[in-house]
């Protein structure tokens, strides 16, 4: 028989308004000691970064410029005699510029996402046990203790002088409402559980005690709650939490309960009632509106333990992941996909995206049963704004500098365990329910060993569960657990153990501290510390480009020696190219600047973006207005869009140039033919000489510009947007367009690609100028583009009319009917042939036979002897009987060969004209689907 348990036993008792408390006062400021600062420069670049990945010409032998490529004999002379060029500083920092440009744009520009594995050298992901941390499990006082003294280790936070927050973990109880099953199947509602009047305690109804004969029960917990509004729940037993955890403190949320029992409604709610995880999610950004002294950064995971294995659920690919622990990050899983997220409704879909591969099955208990455990980690990283900008995030620290300003880390645990579950009908699901079952009785091994006598051994590495949440249990976290039961008494029993779990988990103490770090380690550091460093960068392009400006007029005005003119134009016009090229950088660099600094939020970003509409997730999507005006183009169609006004441009002025030179030959012409004198040799120069100086000035200018414009887009490397037209895709040679993602080839094709691109080399060949480098690879990309094209057709096309097969159509079928017949046909004259062959075989045995009886027969005989020998031969007296019967023969075998051969003409020609008939219905059945599949 069931004892009553008494606070003093059964569960560490509480006051309710204790753990409604608020969470940590407001921590100490980061106590952690100066570590030492790991610079990692930002230049080292995961990728190597070449002058043809940025469009650039090529250097040359004997340049010190990144831009001098086509004037090497004159960048030689400038030098060595009439300018410095671009001066290795000024170059050193464009290099450095592109290179760091190019190091983390591939990554964040087009998909703002890190991944913790990819991140693992250089970035603090896991700050559950970092050095500093505590990671001991710190002593529970045994419940007679509390009992004796009417206090708890609890929700009293005691802050430590290093920050640290020693408490119990907070425990919730939550009935739902009646299942209309559970009616229909109790007979109506049977209430089993009564919750007090304050909140806090939960125990048999006693109408239901006495009707049972169960012994009266009784626990207190920091919350007991019905209903179905999840905001109560939230308010009153996560919100505190959520705020420790925007104040640098880790947390952990997990539902706990049977199957059906409404873990997954506590946790993620529905549309009316929104759960938890989106109840934080938006505290989360009011903290950041509301706190306009800090910057944060936030970053996104989603996993599933899943039979005992885990899933990335962002990266649907990356199963079976393992669980790693070392001093530094403490236990983490790896490799997992963060994504660095900026608003509320972006994490929201990486959610739903998550929950898309989540594992949810219809059970015997409930219609969308998880199947899993799913563990939904934000990690908060923070700082002072004032401390980041006077501090760390200087490149090049000043000696007496301010020390680096700390970065505080924690993370925020949002879990909704699968249920626990009698055994169901379907074999995979008794299967599942077994590995989730085995995982939540070892969670409620570790619950109780963590709360027997210090040094117990814990049984963290039982299933992966415990594993993935002990750093949690056993040290650095606040935690709050929701235990969800069903009201009804068919799941009494199943209810208790939840009820007894719950009591068992109020009495973990956890110790929760603020977690700084001082270096790159922070994504919100090394960000901060790579904005700065553009930003140094791009001074020195203002800087030093107004330095080459005035190189460049130096260069004109000193020009003394008439043979050095033409090399000081040449020398203007690469000047002119540096500086195109240094726009580029110095916009490359304020791009990634202002990328940088939108994932860095701060209240007043934060405000701005939810007082604007969200943009368009997609990078193709125009904004128009209500009357369909276009508002704003995304870059890249502004770019393609800019690109094509170059080209224009540049016909257009060709075109003109053609005309001038056409007007010229016309004056010329008309003057010779009225007999005027016409200097014809100096027309023919004008026409024949190069394009004015300024138009080729143009020309490269469009050349450069274009080059610039379309660099965004062809070099993606290893982020080639699949949702891109395939002609954005395929780069200028890169290797995006070399391994072909998408364009359904087979291996020969790429083969055949691959020729394609051998000519690359013929830039040797050519005349070595920017503008004819860039109408090469132009000519070239559209060639591949084409290439590709016109691969894919045939292939579609050969798909398609190999996919209709000609043998279930009605005029095949027709055909064989027709065929068959004709086949018939041809076996009957067979047979009649046969029947006249053998009809002359038994008149020739009669004239044998006659022969050999004599008379009138012995004619005949030896007339059927030449018979035959294959002439029929001839008595010279036709009026014989056996020459009359020789004649008849021969008459009927003539008939009979024309008969045969009048039969074979005729199905020769059947058989002739339905093939012929064929051939026409597969010429036509092709022109047919050739249509439809246009
Ligand atoms: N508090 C509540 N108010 C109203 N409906 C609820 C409540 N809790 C649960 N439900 C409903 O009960 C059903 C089962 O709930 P839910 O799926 O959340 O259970 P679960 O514990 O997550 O189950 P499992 O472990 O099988 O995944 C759902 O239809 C849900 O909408």
Request: proline share 5%; hydrophobic share 35%.
């Amino acid at each position: 028989m069931l004892q009553r348990p008494t606070p003093s036993t059964q569960l560490a008792p509480q006051h309710p308004s204790r753990a409604t408390s608020p969470g940590p006062s407001t921590p100490s400021a980061s106590p952690a000691p100066p570590t030492t600062i790991q610079r990692t420069t930002m230049l080292a670049t995961p990728r190597p970064i070449t002058r043809q990945n940025l469009q650039l010409p090529k250097p040359t032998a004997g340049t010190t410029g990144a831009a001098t490529a086509a004037t090497a004999p004159i960048a030689a002379v400038s030098t060595t005699a009439t300018s410095p060029g671009l001066g290795p500083t000024i170059m050193n920092n464009i290099r450095r510029g592109i290179a760091a440009v190019k190091s983390t744009s591939s990554s964040l520009i087009d998909k703002p996402q890190h991944s913790l594995d990819h991140a693992s050298a250089d970035v603090t992901l896991s700050p559950p046990s970092t050095a500093s941390m505590n990671n001991s499990r710190p002593a529970s006082p045994s419940p007679q203790s509390q009992a004796a003294t009417g206090t708890t280790t609890g929700t009293s936070s005691s802050p430590s002088t290093t920050g640290a927050k020693t408490e119990n973990v907070t425990v919730t109880v939550r009935i739902r409402p009646f299942s209309s099953s559970e009616l229909r199947a109790a007979g109506g509602p049977t209430e089993v559980w009564d919750v007090s009047d304050d909140g806090s305690k939960i125990g048999y109804a006693d109408d239901y005690a006495v009707q049972a004969r169960r012994a009266p029960v009784e626990y207190i917990f920091d919350h007991a709650l019905t209903g179905s509004d999840n905001e109560e729940i939230y308010n009153s037993s996560v919100k505190n939490l959520v705020q420790s955890a925007m104040e640098g403190y880790n947390g952990t949320v997990f539902a706990y309960g049977q199957t059906s029992s409404g873990k997954t409604y506590t946790m993620s709610g529905n549309e009316t009632q929104p759960g938890i995880t989106p109840r934080a999610i938006e505290d989360i950004f009011k903290y950041i509106r509301e706190n306009p002294d800090r910057e944060f950064l936030l970053r996104v995971s989603y996993l599933e333990i899943y039979n005992e294995s885990i899933r990335d659920l962002l990266s649907p690919e990356a199963i079976d992941l393992k669980i790693h622990e070392d001093r530094r990050r403490g236990v983490y899983v790896s490799p997992l996909k963060e994504e660095i997220v900026t608003t509320p409704s972006q994490v929201m879909r990486i959610i739903e995206r998550g929950n898309d591969q989540r594992h949810v099955s219809a059970t015997d208990f409930n219609a969308h049963s998880s199947r899993s455990h799913s563990i939904f980690q934000i990690v908060i990283e923070s700082r002072d704004r004032s401390a980041a900008s006077s501090g760390s995030s200087t490149p090049r620290k000043p000696a007496g500098a301010k020390p680096a300003a700390a970065v505080r880390v924690s993370q925020l645990n949002l879990i909704d365990l699968a249920g626990s579950e009698k055994a169901t009908s379907n074999e995979e699901r008794r299967k599942e329910g077994a590995f989730i079952n085995k995982s939540l009785l070892t969670l409620g091994t570790v619950i109780s060993k963590l709360t027997e006598e210090k040094g117990a051994h814990i049984p963290y590495r039982d299933s992966k569960l415990t594993r993935i949440l002990q750093s949690s249990l056993n040290g650095n976290a606040r935690v709050s657990v929701i235990c969800t039961i069903s009201p009804s008494s068919l799941n009494v029993e199943e209810s208790n153990n939840t009820l007894k779990f719950a009591a068992r988990v109020k009495k973990v103490v956890t110790k929760a501290q603020t977690n700084s770090v001082m270096d790159d380690k922070a994504l919100l550091e090394k960000y901060r510390r790579e904005i700065s460093e553009l930003k140094a960068q791009l001074m020195a392009t203002v800087s030093n480009g107004s330095d080459v400006i005035g190189v460049g007029g130096d260069n004109n005005a000193g020009g003394k020696q008439a043979e050095l003119s033409t090399l000081l134009e040449k020398e203007r016009l690469k000047h002119e190219e540096e500086m195109l090229e240094m726009n580029m950088v110095r916009n490359a660099l304020k791009e990634r600047i202002d990328h940088l600094t939108t994932l860095i939020l701060t209240s007043q970003s934060i405000n701005t973006k939810s007082a604007a509409p969200e943009r368009p997730i997609s990078r193709y999507t125009v904004e128009t207005s209500a009357d369909g005006t276009v508002l704003e183009f995304p870059k890249e169609i502004e770019s393609r869009l800019a690109h094509k006004d170059a080209l224009v441009k540049q016909l257009k002025s060709e075109v003109e140039m053609q005309q001038e030179k056409m007007a010229l030959m016309r004056v010329a012409i008309e003057k010779t033919l009225k007999g005027e004198s016409v200097d014809l040799e100096k027309t023919l120069v004008k026409v024949l000489e190069d394009p004015p100086r300024e138009k080729l000035l143009n020309e490269k200018r469009a050349s450069i510009m274009s080059a610039h414009s379309l660099e965004p887009i062809s070099e993606t490397g290893n982020n080639v947007d699949i949702t891109a037209p395939r002609s954005i895709q395929l780069g200028k040679g890169d290797k995006a367009a070399r391994s072909l993602p998408n364009a359904g080839l087979t291996g020969d094709d790429n083969k055949s690609y691959l020729n394609l691109n051998e000519d690359e080399n013929e830039d040797d060949d050519l005349l070595d100028t920017p503008w004819n480098r860039e109408e090469l690879r132009n000519l070239r990309q559209v060639k591949r583009e084409l290439e590709v094209v016109v691969v894919a057709q045939t292939k579609k096309l050969e798909d398609v009319l190999n996919s209709v097969p000609f043998e279930d159509s009605d005029e095949f079928r027709d055909m064989v009917i027709e065929m068959e017949e004709q086949r018939e046909e041809i076996v009957t004259l067979k047979e009649e042939r046969e029947r006249l062959r053998m009809k002359v075989t038994e008149l020739k045995n009669t004239i044998r036979r006659m022969e050999q009886g004599g008379s009138s027969s012995t004619s005949l005989s030896s007339d059927a002897a030449d018979m035959t020998s294959g002439s029929l031969g001839r008595s010279t007296d036709p009026g014989t009987p056996v020459n009359a019967k020789i004649k008849e023969l021969e008459m009927i075998a003539q008939k009979e060969r024309r008969l045969r051969m009048d039969e074979q003409a005729r199905s020769m020609g059947r058989i002739d004209s339905l093939e012929a008939k064929l051939t026409m219905l597969k010429a036509e059945l092709s022109v047919y689907k050739l249509a439809a599949y246009e």
